[in-house]
């Protein structure tokens, strides 16, 4: 099994690389260099999360529909290579729009379109497939190798940014995407090899045909399950609504180059990776539960410190901010990350992933939205750039405190009790009718 974590982690690992560089280089030359308005980036950045609702049909339609004998991998090989065909356009994209307006945000919609549908088919299907090849016990081995590496590649991915980018040229920025795309796919196909093993069952006719909503509303009838997913979309939009800013900030703030924040991915993975190892030692010490909430708590402490940096117009200020952000979102991600592979059944493990897979897409969709259109409104409302996104990682804080209080309402055996009774088909039918 420690291969084919390893496996796992690398295919993690690939897609995430891909993201890389669209958050947080991208994002930064568009609104800093090309001079584009924060609402318009946003709308581009939210493009493949508005897909996200796939990732429940996705996961139940791959559970009853393997190709050539594999439940996961077809799916899993499809997604990546969309997103790295998303990822290696996006320069050249970013350019046109400030070239030919309109044929530009058209070619846009389709690059980030590209790279959201890739997401969400390999993100729902190897989660899937990590939880199936785990087993009950193995899980949460098997999601700290997977967001470890993870984290070790956008540290390495961000590292690499800074170094292909000392300065801003289209031709510059272009090269650099490539060879971040070249990389990701190659490390997600040696993921593959020989991960999955193939099956002769026809799972196609032993399972029953669900639909979306009928799925969708058997989820959200379990009230344990309602309450999961509102904590995961305002935890994550918090967590994550931040990419498409902090770099821009930067630029803003404390007049940083591009090479400069380039490596504040690097700096938070860091820390990120210092909490997976932290909550690798501590888990048969502390519960779990204990280590989400401290990490809540600290990436709650950390939005609060950026802010406060702003204010401040400190470096040394901000800095810390990222490194307890980063620091909190490791704790955070270990743990609630196990805890979304508690709250599944067995028999629809691909249906329950892709409901908080689709949870996971619309936080990043709200995150996003609320960076890009909250900041502009905020710096015109004030006539102050910076104080509009110091009102959005304000905004950020609360979300994070309400998650933390919500938090306490999520019990794992109540979950259960409440999806074994009545059974599943029963519930199916109600939700039919």
Partial sequence: MFLKRIQLGLIHTAVAMTLVPINSALNRVMIHELGLAKTLVTLLAITPYLLSPIQVFIGAFSDRHP??????????????????VGVSVSPQVAVLISKNFGLGLFVAFLAFGAWGMGYNL???????????????????????????????GMIVTGLTLSRLLPTYSPDILTRAFLIIAASALTLGGLGLLGLEPRSRERTADLSPHYTVKQTTSVIMANPVARVFFVYLLLLLAAILGQDVLLEPFGAQAFGMTIEQTSRFVSIMGTFTLLA????????????????????????????????????????????LGLVLLGFGTGLSTVANLSLMFDLTVPEQVGLYI????????????????????????????????????????????????????????????????????????????????
């Avoid at 950026?306 to 204010?311: K, N, Q, R, V």
């Fill in 122 to 152: 390999s993100a729902v299907s190897y989660l899937s497939l990590a939880s199936e090849l785990s087993g009950e016990k193995g899980r949460g081995a098997t999601v700290a190798t997977m967001f470890f590496m993870m984290i070790v």
């Fill in 67 to 84: 190709i050539l004998g594999f439940r996961r991998t077809p799916y899993i090989l499809l997604g990546l290579v969309l997103c790295v």
């Fill in 354 to 433: 892709g409901a908080w897979g689709f949870s996971n897409g619309l936080s990043r969709l709200v995150g996003l939205f609320l960076a890009g259109i909250v900041a502009d409104l905020g710096a015109r409302a004030t006539g102050s750039a910076l104080n509009g996104y110091l009102i959005v990682f304000g905004i950020e804080a609360l979300m994070l405190l309400v998650a933390a209080v919500l938090f306490y309402r999520i019990d794992v055996n109540a979950f259960h009790r409440n999806a074994s009774e009545p059974n599943f088909s029963e519930k199916l039918a109600l939700a039919s009718d």
């Fill in 276 to 319: 997976f190892i932290l909550a690798g030692a501590l888990e048969k010490r502390v519960r779990k539960r204990t280590l989400a909430q401290t990490g809540n708590l600290a990436a709650l402490t950390g939005f609060l410190t950026i802010l406060a940096s702003g204010l401040m117009h400190s470096t040394s200020v901000f800095y």
